[in-house]
């Protein structure tokens, strides 16, 4: 938004004199993806969803170990341990204590604890494999298909449209019978193969409307490859919708994961998943309750975590779906004075004060420190 400065005001002779100095948005040089970091920060739930997140998972991967790298906590999720106290929890909150087995332990006396940890990192591996390879086949196959357009895109989404017919459950069940018993990491990647559909779709879609832009004749006009245009002009537009589709396919990733290992499809033991922990303590809900609520209660929690942050992520890189204050103007002095004849550029909405109250085309204010949006101070010379 431009705000005209009437020509009647002088300039000051130098800028001793008191003259204010307005930067321009090349002076501020604020980047489009510096805008929308702004965007998500102040969306505060998916702050914190993001942080929790990171908090939950690397608090399990810690205790559990990586690779040949051993955890800080003293069982193991395969060790047998003579059951202790009728395998009770021994968490305590007041006054903090873990005991010797916070979770308790299970029917055959493993430490609960360790196993809840060791399904909690296989599942953030799983769901985080499966949104990784679904997003990176979803782009290409959508890109290619909104790109080419013609027979590329009759025959992408033709097979498209196959592999979406088939319910995910049932296609993820044949992949797990197969794969299953072979680690967590393999049952993630065959289970990505089939994850991409809507992402591909979505892909698409917004594709066929950037390859009509300007910019895009531009570059093709200037010699530009096709996969330039594809991967350096057309994606950077799009990756808003691939960055807020991933995070949801991650979020389902969750989910199927916890039904194929809760159908006894998914992760086989002796590994264990949160999915295959519920599956395994289901006869146990009456008696031990514990058994059953701690990896629920974590299946739940990365849920509404990841989709708190796909949300974030949502209003972050649309604006139009929540009003965001970028900047605010303080309070200029009393002898600030404008340079006559020229335009200054200020943040859309901004409202700059002189003297605790100033008029700037039809803005009023008498608030020192103010900042409006734009259903509250619109821009004058739009709809005009």
Same mark, same amino acid.
């Given at each position: 938004?431009?705000?005209?400065?009437?020509?009647?005001?002088?300039?000051?002779?130098?800028?001793?004199?008191?003259?204010?100095?307005?930067?321009?948005?090349?002076?501020?040089?604020?980047?489009?993806?510096?805008?929308?970091?702004?965007?998500? $920060?102040?969306?505060?739930?998916?702050?914190?969803?993001?942080?929790?997140?990171?908090?939950?998972?690397?608090? =399990? @991967?810690?205790?559990?170990?990586?690779?040949?790298?051993?955890?800080? *906590?003293?069982?193991?999720?395969?060790?047998?341990?003579?059951?202790?106290?009728?395998? $009770?929890? &021994?968490?305590?909150?007041?006054?903090?204590?873990?005991?010797?087995?916070?979770?308790?332990?299970?029917?055959?006396?493993?430490?609960?604890?360790?196993?809840?940890?060791?399904?909690?990192?296989?599942?953030?591996?799983?769901?985080?494999?499966?949104?990784?390879?679904?997003?990176?086949?979803?782009?290409?196959?959508?890109?290619?298909?909104?790109?080419?357009?013609?027979?590329?895109?009759?025959?992408?989404?033709?097979?498209?449209?196959?592999?979406?017919?088939?319910?995910?459950?049932v296609i993820g069940a044949v992949v797990g019978s197969a794969v299953g018993?072979?680690?967590?990491?393999?049952?993630?990647?065959?289970?990505?193969?089939?994850?991409?559909?809507?992402?591909?779709?979505?892909?698409?879609?917004?594709?066929?409307?950037?390859?009509?832009?300007?910019?895009?004749?531009?570059?093709?006009?200037?010699?530009?490859?096709?996969?330039?245009?594809?991967?350096?002009?057309?994606?950077?537009?799009?990756?808003?919708?691939?960055?807020?589709?991933?995070?949801?396919?991650?979020?389902?990733?969750?989910?199927?994961? &916890?039904?194929?290992?809760?159908?006894?499809?998914? @992760?086989?033991?002796?590994?264990?998943?949160?999915?295959?922990?519920?599956?395994?303590?289901?006869?146990?809900?009456?008696?031990?309750? *514990?058994?059953? *609520? *701690?990896?629920?209660?974590?299946?739940?929690?990365?849920?509404?975590?990841?989709?708190?942050?796909?949300?974030? $992520?949502?209003? =972050?890189?649309?604006?139009?779906?929540?009003?965001?204050?970028?900047?605010?103007?303080?309070?200029?002095?009393?002898? =600030?004075?404008?340079?006559?004849?020229?335009?200054?550029?200020?943040?859309?909405?901004?409202?700059?004060?002189?003297?605790?109250?100033?008029?700037?085309?039809?803005?009023?204010?008498?608030? =020192?420190?103010? @900042?409006?949006?734009?259903?509250?101070?619109?821009?004058?010379?739009?709809?005009?």
């Amino acid at each position: 938004m431009s705000i005209p400065i009437d020509p009647s005001l002088e300039p000051p002779s130098s800028p001793s004199d008191g003259g204010v100095h307005v930067q321009t948005a090349d002076e501020r040089g604020v980047s489009q993806g510096r805008l929308t970091l702004r965007r998500f $920060l102040a969306h505060k739930p998916a702050v914190i969803s993001a942080i929790l997140f990171i908090l939950i998972v690397g608090f =399990a @991967v810690s205790a559990t170990g990586i690779g040949p790298i051993p955890g800080w *906590w003293k069982w193991s999720y395969e060790q047998l341990i003579p059951i202790t106290n009728s395998g $009770l929890p &021994t968490l305590t909150l007041f006054p903090f204590s873990l005991g010797d087995h916070p979770f308790g332990q299970s029917t055959v006396g493993k430490d609960y604890f360790a196993m809840v940890m060791r399904g909690l990192v296989n599942s953030s591996y799983i769901m985080f494999t499966i949104g990784i390879i679904g997003a990176f086949l979803g782009v290409v196959v959508g890109a290619l298909a909104g790109y080419y357009r013609g027979w590329v895109d009759s025959v992408l989404m033709r097979l498209t449209d196959i592999v979406i017919v088939i319910p995910v459950i049932v296609i993820g069940a044949v992949v797990g019978s197969a794969v299953g018993g072979l680690g967590p990491v393999l049952l993630a990647v065959f289970l990505g193969f089939v994850a991409w559909t809507g992402i591909a779709r979505l892909v698409r879609a917004e594709f066929l409307t950037l390859r009509e832009r300007e910019f895009v004749e531009a570059a093709r006009v200037a010699g530009a490859s096709d996969a330039r245009i594809i991967f350096k002009h057309i994606l950077p537009n799009a990756i808003g919708v691939v960055i807020v589709a991933t995070t949801l396919l991650i979020a389902a990733a969750v989910i199927l994961e &916890t039904s194929l290992s809760f159908l006894g499809y998914g @992760v086989r033991s002796p590994d264990v998943s949160l999915g295959l922990l519920i599956s395994a303590n289901e006869s146990a809900f009456q008696t031990r309750p *514990w058994l059953f *609520w *701690w990896p629920a209660f974590f299946i739940v929690i990365l849920s509404l975590l990841v989709n708190f942050v796909g949300d974030g $992520l949502r209003d =972050a890189f649309d604006p139009r779906q929540k009003r965001v204050v970028f900047r605010k103007v303080k309070e200029l002095p009393q002898d =600030a004075v404008l340079v006559g004849g020229t335009t200054v550029d200020v943040p859309e909405g901004a409202l700059v004060t002189a003297g605790g109250g100033t008029n700037v085309s039809g803005v009023t204010s008498e608030r =020192a420190d103010d @900042v409006l949006d734009e259903e509250i101070a619109p821009d004058p010379g739009r709809g005009a």
